[in-house]
């Protein structure tokens, strides 16, 4: 099922991410990785100094892009509602281990379609994944899972995000001496500030606007049937199979991909345990930023639950590599797994109609 309402701005969004990745990949950031917010936000968390991976340090503009954006539409069309409150802790952890499942896949959901683009067969292994995982979740949507109602919140609240986006960019620039910066591997890839910072703020007003998520899409086909969402990440893939076509990027297979690994079962676990965790908390990681810049506290609460599992991946080595997720990685990825279904399980209704609490 498909509704006209809102149908074509979700493909122009699609169209306009894959081709910026492309053209971000093209002037600098890492193959394959044009557009990463799991990827962005490790990035962002080595540059803080939250983690000593030396490889992985950069304040991504993308991320304030995406942001600011998103914040800017939202007061233009009235949209900037601060709103918060709903299990705010619980949403933190579940954040947590969906940037444990990314990075032991190593990437995001929109990573993940990116590099299907690129020919990289893995993320297919990935796919499968991430469906299983909206699957699990969306079991207990129907069972009645909520984390509660969020209420409205001081406009100053929803202040927050865009002011840290602006802060991050200040640092980037500035250069301060307590902010790191990789002198090689993915994080001394980019592209120039200038450029990075646009793409991010035209694809978070796109998405803003269209609402684009890859989970709720997936969620939406499960549920009620609905392929509205899907037809935007569809117009991703195509823009940016044609554009890897076009730059000679496309390398089909599962071996010698960039930033990937061949390991199937955490492949699939990883963000198995990604698309699990995004059902719960209502949105992928590109969703989470982007509700984060209209005002949603708790989505915000979310962002920062990504940075801290990003700094989490990689101090206790859960973070995965071309040779494939370590042992902290599996072990975190069954954890998580674990752990989203005891929540799952106690803040969903019982037969009886009454609300199970933690």
């Not at 503009?61 to 069309?77: H, Q, R």
């Not at 699990?136 to 929803?158: E, H, I, M, Y």
């Not at 991909?257 to 061949?262: K, R």
């Not at 198995?272 to 984060?292: K, N």
Request: charged share 10%.
């Amino acid at each position: 099922m498909f509704q006209r309402k809102g149908l074509i701005l979700l493909v122009v969004t699609g169209v306009v991410i894959g081709i910026a990745a492309i053209l971000l990949m093209t002037m600098g950031n890492p193959a394959n990785m044009g557009i990463c917010v799991a990827c962005f936000l490790r990035d962002t968390a080595g540059a803080l100094g939250l983690d000593g991976a030396k490889n992985v340090q950069y304040i991504r503009p993308e991320i304030s892009g995406f942001l600011l954006g998103a914040f800017v539409l939202a007061l233009g069309s009235k949209e900037f509602r601060p709103s918060g409150g709903s299990a705010p802790l619980v949403r933190f952890i579940i954040a947590v281990f969906i940037m444990l499942g990314a990075l032991v896949f190593l990437g995001c959901p929109l990573r993940m379609v990116l590099r299907l683009a690129a020919g990289d067969m893995n993320a297919l292994v990935g796919l499968a994944g991430f469906i299983a995982g909206i699957g699990g979740g969306s079991v207990f949507l129907n069972r009645g899972f909520s984390l509660g109602r969020a209420t409205d919140q001081p406009k100053t609240s929803g202040w927050v995000m865009p002011a840290v986006a602006a802060l991050l960019l200040v640092f980037l620039v500035v250069r301060p001496a307590y902010i790191h910066f990789s002198e090689s591997g993915p994080g001394a890839a980019h592209a120039p500030i200038g450029i990075a910072l646009l793409a991010g703020l035209v694809i978070g007003a796109l998405a803003q606007r269209s609402r684009m998520c890859m989970a709720g899409g997936v969620r939406d086909v499960m549920l009620i049937g609905n392929y509205n969402l899907l037809i935007g990440y569809g117009a991703v893939f195509v823009a940016a199979l044609l554009g890897n076509l076009y730059v000679g990027n496309f390398n089909p297979g599962f071996a010698g991909q960039p930033i990937a690994h061949t390991d199937i079962i955490w492949n699939f676990l990883g963000m198995a345990l990604v698309g699990y965790g995004s059902v719960l908390i209502g949105g992928c990681p590109l969703r989470q930023v982007i509700m984060a810049g209209e005002g949603n506290a708790d989505a915000g609460i979310s962002v920062f639950g990504m940075l801290i599992g990003a700094a989490v991946a990689h101090n206790f080595g859960i973070a995965a590599s071309p040779a494939g997720a370590p042992v902290n990685g599996q072990i975190a990825v069954v954890i998580g797994l674990v752990v989203l279904t005891v929540i799952a399980f106690a803040n969903s209704k019982t037969r009886k109609g009454t609300m199970v609490t933690a």
